[in-house]
């Protein structure tokens, strides 16, 4: 009876806003359900990579970074920095006298 009441007194009179927040909570679920990954399961089911994988990813790797590395200045030859940044206390001093 108390349920009847209540259902009367809160649902009944803004049935239509309820039944809006239904549909909005349904296409919600809908939507969270058709969005969700399906490919992390195959992931734990995987073997590890066996040892063959493992030395042609580093192959690669290496390949890359040889790829990738500049080699038309040496480390040794870079420019020294024209500007050397002093704390803050140096310049101020260096402002007052």
Known sequence: MAIREWFL??????RRVWA???VVWVLICMGNLSLRDRSQPLARK??????EMLMAFKDR???LAELLA???????AQRPKLFSPRPRTERVM???T
């Open 20 to 22: 809006g927040l239904a």
């Open 9 to 14: 007194d809160v649902i009944w009179p803004a």
């Open 46 to 51: 995987a073997s590890p990579p066996t040892q």
């Open 70 to 76: 500049d080699h038309s200045v040496s480390g040794e």
């Open 94 to 96: 260096a402002l007052t």
């Open 61 to 63: 790797q290496n390949t």
